[in-house]
């Protein structure tokens, strides 16, 4: 069983930033895919980023691109995404997530194994 606790949200103003971090326990860290999504409130669940078990390869959903940043530490089991020039439309709840499937790579949610409880992001404008 794979446990996930994310840790580093807040509120921030317009083009703040912040950094998300995640720390997983249980499970072999260095061979999942881990990924970050979010939830808004009357919206579902979307892909934010995610970033292989090596850390060579990553994806960004678009409006993340050129912001994001998503990076890993297996010796910590950790892993984190920094956030640069927040908007508001970056609140939302963000969910680290494990894909325990052994060194395999996707973005979509139906692929993640494991969830964290979520931390609250708030950009004001």
């Known amino acids: 069983q794979v446990q996930l606790v994310e840790s580093g949200g807040g509120l921030v103003q317009a083009g703040g930033s912040l950094t998300l971090a995640c720390a997983a326990s249980?499970?072999?860290?260095?061979?999942?895919?881990m990924g970050w999504f979010r939830q808004a409130p009357g919206k579902e669940r979307e892909f934010v980023s995610a970033?292989?078990?090596?850390?060579?390869?990553?994806s960004y959903v678009d409006s993340g691109k050129g912001r994001f940043t998503i990076s890993r530490d297996n010796a910590k089991n950790m892993v984190y995404l920094q956030m640069n020039s927040l908007k508001p439309e970056d609140t939302a709840v963000y969910y680290c997530?494990?894909?325990?499937?052994?060194?395999?790579?996707?973005?979509?949610?139906?692929?993640?194994?494991?969830w964290g409880q979520g931390t609250q992001v708030t950009v004001s404008s």
């Open positions: 249980g499970g072999t860290f260095s061979s999942y895919t």
């Open positions: 970033i292989s078990w090596s850390g060579r390869t990553t």
């Open positions: 997530a494990a894909n325990a499937k052994a060194y395999r790579f996707g973005v979509d949610l139906r692929e993640y194994d494991y």
